[in-house]
């Protein structure tokens, strides 16, 4: 069965009759840092720093990396050569971010480039004053985020696990909450296409 326009158009009220009210809009909302009251224009950038990556969880980090050094050292084959492992400390592991950071800025084609001692084979970078290379490699092979024992008890390991994020937390949710706490995002929030979930074949695409 068909309709011509007229018919579909008499089922409709007459557009006079028709009262459109616009959506009522909040005033604009502005950016704003949400900072602590002790925060002030001087503050050194290090105050930003530990907002987000909290004495705490510094602590937390060194403990679950020094567990998961003890366990994966003990699955390694005894040699010679194995280097010695002395348990990480805090003031390491802010050594260690804060290395890895000036890395990120002062860009080298290799890594060992940062400890390089010549000036005339590249630059000198003050990184080894603070801690060597083997000791930046050791922390590097077992900082561990997550705890290792949790995980493996939570069958996070297993292939079958959807949670593939688990090695970052408690990081990412500490993270996350920081930046709702200190920080209030503009009511004209524009989203970049790439954030939409993705229906491919790999589950890791989209959260």
Same mark, same amino acid.
């Given at each position: 069965? +068909?309709?011509?326009?007229?018919?579909?158009?008499?089922?409709?009220?007459?557009?006079?009759?028709?009262?459109?009210?616009?959506?009522?809009?909040?005033?604009?909302?502005?950016?704003?840092?949400?900072?602590?009251?002790?925060? %002030?224009?001087?503050?050194?950038?290090?105050?930003?720093?530990?907002?987000?990556?909290?004495?705490?969880?510094?602590?937390? &980090?060194?403990?679950?990396?020094?567990?998961?050094?003890?366990?994966?050292?003990?699955?390694?084959?005894? %040699?010679?050569?194995?280097? $010695?492992?002395?348990?990480?400390?805090?003031?390491?592991?802010?050594?260690?971010?804060?290395?890895?950071?000036? $890395?990120?800025?002062?860009?080298?084609?290799?890594?060992?480039?940062?400890?390089?001692?010549?000036?005339?084979?590249?630059?000198?970078?003050?990184?080894?004053?603070? &801690? +060597?290379?083997?000791?930046?490699?050791?922390?590097?092979?077992?900082?561990? &985020?997550?705890?290792?024992?949790?995980?493996?008890?939570?069958?996070?390991?297993?292939?079958?696990?959807?949670?593939?994020?688990?090695?970052?937390?408690?990081?990412?949710?500490?993270?996350?909450? +920081?930046?709702?706490?200190?920080?209030?995002?503009?009511?004209?929030? %524009?989203?970049?296409?790439?954030?939409?979930?993705?229906?491919?074949?790999?589950?890791?695409?989209?959260?």
């Amino acid at each position: 069965m +068909s309709f011509t326009l007229q018919e579909i158009l008499a089922q409709f009220e007459p557009l006079e009759n028709v009262v459109f009210e616009p959506i009522q809009l909040e005033p604009q909302r502005a950016a704003q840092p949400l900072l602590p009251p002790s925060f %002030s224009i001087t503050s050194h950038p290090f105050d930003y720093f530990t907002l987000f990556f909290t004495h705490d969880l510094f602590q937390l &980090i060194t403990k679950h990396t020094n567990d998961y050094a003890a366990i994966k050292r003990l699955q390694e084959k005894d %040699s010679e050569h194995k280097r $010695m492992w002395f348990n990480l400390v805090v003031e390491e592991l802010y050594v260690f971010i804060g290395s890895i950071i000036y $890395m990120g800025i002062h860009e080298e084609p290799d890594i060992s480039m940062y400890w390089n001692s010549d000036p005339n084979k590249g630059p000198i970078h003050t990184i080894k004053t603070h &801690i +060597s290379l083997i000791r930046f490699e050791q922390i590097k092979r077992y900082c561990h &985020i997550s705890n290792s024992e949790h995980d493996k008890l939570a069958g996070f390991e297993l292939p079958s696990n959807k949670k593939w994020w688990y090695k970052v937390e408690p990081l990412a949710s500490s993270l996350q909450a +920081s930046f709702q706490q200190y920080y209030s995002p503009s009511s004209e929030v %524009s989203i970049d296409e790439v954030m939409v979930r993705c229906f491919g074949r790999y589950v890791s695409t989209y959260i």
